[in-house]
């Protein structure tokens, strides 16, 4: 860094008009006060190669590139468009508050009606009345429905009905899961329902680096339920140990208690955390 400034100064004295290098000369071999009178042209030329000089020392790189910790990039390395919108509704969902019901019948008899379910798992449809859908899931609500509105619409019974019916999920229920420990965001968050630990650590802003990915703890109703090893996941493709949250989940995520670096010819070097039981062989074969 020495050796590249006195080399700025030695191009930027080169540049300098004649007259002014040898007015600084005098100046530096007399012991008499000389005056120097710059130009306007001159100080404008002083400035943009002073400029020159600084923009070339900030270009001037450490030479110890910083090691990432490994693993975290997955929480923040995804497309802009929500991941969760696509996803087809599980068999074993359960609808309840807040999801949007929505009832089509065609045929001899046509209506349409959408009505989101109340705080006590119901909905009210004109003609109709009050449906309890709390609880139930997909396949269960269409046999209710069918069971329901049979008893007024006489055309959706028999070997050929003339009319049909059918139900349909439209916006679904967020629920509140509790993110606590080494999060970037922590607190309550509203998440899809069906999100699991990972897709719903990354809607709560991931993991800080300095937490653990190899210990994420799981309560439900005030108890431990399981821990996840996202390493599983990112390293070997094993969801078996995931599942999906359900409201009032407590996620938490403990402080990382091993820091391991790893660098020279392997594929992804940096900070790994390793557990008690894995070895060197164990964290070349991640790396």
């Known amino acids: 860094l020495k050796n590249e400034y006195e080399n700025a100064l030695k ?3 080169l540049q300098k008009p004649k007259d002014i290098s040898e007015a600084e000369n005098r100046a530096n071999s007399s012991a008499l006060p000389d005056k120097l009178v710059y130009s306007r042209k001159d100080i404008e030329s002083l400035l943009i190669n ?3 000089l600084i923009d070339e020392l900030n270009n001037i790189k450490d030479s110890t590139e910083k090691m990432p910790y490994i693993g975290y990039e997955i929480f923040t390395a995804r497309d802009s468009i929500p991941f969760w919108q696509n996803l087809p509704i599980p068999a074993n969902y359960r609808l309840g508050p807040g999801d949007e019901v929505i009832i089509s019948l065609w045929g001899e008899v046509e209506s349409y009606d959408s009505e989101i379910i109340n705080r006590d798992g119901q909905i009210f449809i004109e003609d109709i009345g009050v449906m309890s859908f709390g609880g139930k899931t997909v396949s269960e609500a269409k046999k ?18 003339k009319s049909y019916i059918d139900i349909t999920i439209g916006e679904l229920k967020s629920l509140n899961v509790h993110f606590v420990g080494a999060v970037n965001i922590p607190g309550v968050h509203l998440v899809h329902p069906f999100s699991n630990i990972i897709s719903g650590l990354i809607q709560a802003g991931g993991v800080d680096n300095a937490g653990s990915l190899r210990n994420i703890q ?3 109703a005030d108890s431990f339920l399981t821990e996840i ?3 599983d996941y990112i390293f070997f493709g094993k969801t078996n140990s995931d599942l999906r949250l359900m409201d009032q989940d407590i996620v938490f995520v403990p402080p990382r208690k091993s820091t391991i670096a790893i660098t020279g010819r392997v594929r992804k070097p940096g900070y790994f955390e390793m557990k008690k039981n894995e070895n060197l062989y164990d964290l070349i074969n991640i790396a």
């Open 144 to 161: 209710y429905i069918l069971s329901i509105y049979s008893k007024k619409y006489s055309t959706l019974l028999g070997r050929n009905p």
């Open 229 to 231: 090893d996202i390493y």
């Open 50 to 52: 002073s400029q020159k």
């Open 11 to 13: 191009r930027q004295t």
């Open 218 to 220: 799981i309560m439900r």
